[in-house]
């Protein structure tokens, strides 16, 4: 069984820019979450969609926003790129809100 | 605001030995509790959850426990290898579904 798939793993972007990540989660599993990894705040919470729905945000300003697909996948999108924006990206998705969370290897963006 | 804190920040201990790793949260009302390792420059691996209704569960060397009661959880990891090696983080999912994690313990296990 396939993993939680992201893409690109990498990415190099300027200030100002807008970027799309991709998520393509575990087959069956209908929620998908999105985390900011970075050294100073650690792993913080984005948001959640379930069945295509946004269930749950974050304390992220608007720039940050997401979508997901009758198939499960979930794009996020951050508009007007900042240098703070520089992180790992994380997806992850399970079966339901009580069960195990699975990761995807990231997605690394970098703001020059 | 539910916070999750994990002590100790940084371990290093001898090939062999047993260990443990202690999480705390300030918040009882949970729906459950992750354990993942996370490897350099990787993704999260998803190692044990409890259901906010059980105390413990057991995986080959890993045995997690869970208090709600207290804020607590440890997880016990037997006989450490060196490719045990790695961030241990945990997170507790709140009664809004999110998910918040502590900032980690990074274990050096050494040959």
């Known amino acids: 069984k396939a993993g939680v798939t992201q893409t690109p793993r990498y990415l190099i972007k300027t200030r100002g820019q807008q970027v799309t990540l991709s998520c393509s989660p575990i087959?069956?599993?209908?929620?998908v979450s999105w985390y900011q990894q970075t050294p100073g705040q650690g792993l913080q919470f984005l948001f959640e969609y379930f069945s295509e729905t946004q269930r749950n945000k974050g304390n992220f300003p608007g720039r940050f926003s997401g979508r997901q697909f009758s198939n499960s996948r979930s794009e996020m999108n951050v508009s007007t790129l900042e240098l703070g924006d520089s992180a790992l990206y994380l997806c992850?998705?399970?079966?339901?809100?009580?069960?195990?969370?699975?990761f995807g290897d990231g997605t690394r963006l970098s703001i020059l | 605001k539910q916070e999750v804190t994990q002590i100790p920040a940084a371990l290093s201990v001898p090939e062999g030995e047993n260990l443990v790793l202690n999480c705390s949260f300030t918040d009882s009302a949970i729906y459950n509790l992750q354990w993942f390792r996370q490897d350099p420059g990787k993704g999260l691996t998803s190692l044990l959850l409890i259901q906010s209704s059980q105390r413990e569960q057991t995986s080959g060397r890993l045995n997690a426990s869970l208090d709600k009661s207290s804020g607590r959880s440890t997880l016990y990891i037997a006989a450490s290898q060196p490719g045990d090696s790695a961030t241990y983080l945990c997170?507790?999912?709140?009664?809004?579904?999110?998910?918040?994690f502590g900032s980690g313990t990074r274990l050096l296990v050494r040959p």
């Open positions: 087959s069956g599993h209908r929620s």
């Open positions: 997170a507790v999912k709140d009664s809004s579904y999110k998910l918040i």
């Open positions: 992850a998705s399970s079966l339901e809100a009580n069960q195990p969370q699975h």
